[in-house]
């Protein structure tokens, strides 16, 4: 029997060799300058979410298992500072996937490990971006996305390593190829319904690790295990698209789609974060203390938004909610901001969590899906619009399955982007608090603050060295990220010991 056809590049070659290639010979001098200032924003962004990783119970349970991000063996230190990284949602994303778990984290390790410079590390991790986000890309409109798509991990850990190990483009391809034969398929009820959501970049990682090994020591893979019919993209995308994962390399930056997250929370909870934080700045202290003068709180969103909540309400409404589920809680985010003026990371903990008055006003709270918002949703490059436009009417079947047919039925898809240097992610919410006695006060915020779009491509920094200091870092570890590609092996070390130290 003849085996189907496989699906190479334009090149001629499999997809996986002609990506490993570029990335594998990719230099500092390679990058465009906004590229090394996002990719720099990244890491301190990154090592915010790591550090508060560590203050939280379940942060430390994952050292108490793994041991310290900071640890002598560089595959592990790996997988914990993926873990620490990566559950309470402070962890970026792009066009497409949660990158920085894998494509920082990994550098980070083998950095310190191989005493790299900042320069070294910088280029691992853009290079580990941009394998990690084209894969994602390519695999977008199918079953998993976000958190769930843990090969996004596995890509980006496989592309950080190799790149810091200097290892060869061969290695590379059948690293990435081993990794992408058995890749993990994530469980949406256990991954809501306990404590697994921890290990959601920490297993893939760890994977990931494994696989660079058994490359490194000889074993091969299929080069084209991505794009074959009976392949790693047949099995995880509805609609696959190996295109992305090759088109304008070195051209179209998928590093330019970052977005950063500011506070803790999944998707469209920043946004309606982000309006209640507003009327706490406008209206007067106390103003939402007494939740019974309260009539309803309505937040209007996205169908995204309002799918993943029905799925974190099916684990908990309450005080009993798991820990894993409270950051996709738009609810709880909300009441709590409106409460105390504020969201952190020890808001998802005891005793914040199991706070009466906060679940008081959260049973206020209701969702509204706003059809022009979920047009915006996938109108913009992140999440979904730029996978939509290259897919053209084949996402059309998809598109009807996940965001329903009227939705789909409004979607022009146009063409696809030349480049992301404008990309943007519009996961809009317009909350609405209404009194009893009649008056209702209303706030809008269609790109999150640190969301993909002009105000973050012109203040990232500031917004990062603000996350920073708001997780305890040490002004001294942000001044050394503020001059990452200029620093020495010693200086990259030193960077890491500080960030990650006591406050």
């Known amino acids: 029997m003849t085996a189907p056809a496989a699906h190479p590049s334009p090149a001629g070659r499999p997809r996986l060799t002609e990506l490993a290639a570029w990335a594998a010979a990719l230099r500092p001098s390679d990058l465009p300058a906004r590229v090394t200032a996002l990719a720099r924003s990244q890491v301190l962004s990154q090592l915010a979410a790591i550090r508060a990783g560590l203050g939280h119970p379940l942060g430390r349970r994952l050292v108490t298992a793994y041991g310290s991000p900071l640890q002598d063996e560089p595959a592990r230190a790996a997988a914990v500072l993926a873990g620490l990284g990566s559950w309470l949602n402070l962890d970026d994303t792009a066009y497409a996937g949660h990158l920085s778990n894998s494509t920082v984290a990994v550098p980070l390790a083998y ?37 769930t798509a843990a090969h996004t991990s596995l890509v980006g850990a496989v592309a950080g390593r190799m790149h810091c190990s200097g290892d060869n483009a061969g290695i590379w391809t059948h690293a990435l190829g081993l990794a992408l ?7 949406l009820h256990g991954f809501l319904g306990g404590d697994a959501r921890l290990l959601t970049a920490l297993n893939p990682v760890r994977a990931a690790m494994d ?15 991505l794009e074959h019919p009976e392949g790693f993209l047949a099995r995880f995308a509805a609609v696959p698209l190996p295109e992305e994962t090759t088109e304008d390399l070195g051209k179209r930056w998928h ?8 506070r803790p929370g999944g998707p469209g909870v920043d946004t ?18 007494a939740a019974d003068d309260i009539e309803e709180i309505v937040v209007e969103t996205s169908r995204y938004t309002t799918y993943v909540a029905r799925l974190a309400e099916e684990h908990g409404q309450g005080p009993d909610t798991p820990p894993g589920v409270l950051p996709l809680s738009v609810p709880y985010a909300v009441a709590t901001a409106l409460l105390t003026g504020d969201l952190t990371v020890a808001d998802f903990a005891a005793p914040a969590s199991r706070d009466p008055r906060r679940w008081h006003l959260a049973s206020r709270v209701r969702l509204v899906e706003d059809p022009a918002m979920t047009d915006d949703l996938l ?17 059309v079947p998809w598109l009807a399955s996940f965001a329903g047919a009227d939705a789909a039925a409004r979607v022009v898809p146009g063409a696809p982007e ?20 009649g008056r209702r006060a209303v706030a809008r915020q269609d790109i999150p603050v640190g969301g993909a779009g002009p105000d973050t491509r012109a203040g990232h920094r500031g917004l990062v060295e603000q996350k920073f200091r708001d997780a305890g870092g040490p002004p001294e570890a942000a001044r050394l990220c503020a001059r990452l590609e200029e620093l020495s092996p010693a200086e990259v070390s030193l960077l890491m010991e500080r960030a990650l130290g006591p406050a």
């Open 111 to 147: 950095a310190r490990a191989l005493k790299l410079d900042g320069a070294a590390l910088l280029t691992a991790v853009v290079a580990a971006n941009e394998c990690a986000a084209r894969v994602t890309a390519a695999a977008t409109l199918g079953p998993f996305r976000g958190q």
């Open 181 to 187: 034969t058995m890749p993990p398929w994530t469980l």
């Open 211 to 225: 696989a660079c090994d058994a490359a490194a020591a000889g074993l091969t893979a299929a080069p084209d295990v």
């Open 255 to 262: 590093t330019d789609t970052l977005s950063f997250k500011v």
């Open 272 to 289: 309606a974060v982000d309006c209640a934080l507003r009327l706490c700045g406008q209206l007067p202290a106390g103003r939402f203390e």
């Open 379 to 395: 109108s913009g490059a992140a999440p979904l619009g730029a996978a939509i436009r290259r897919a053209g009417d084949r996402a």
């Open 418 to 437: 030349e480049t992301f240097t404008d990309a943007a992610k519009y996961t809009g919410s317009r909350l609405t608090v209404r009194w009893r006695d």
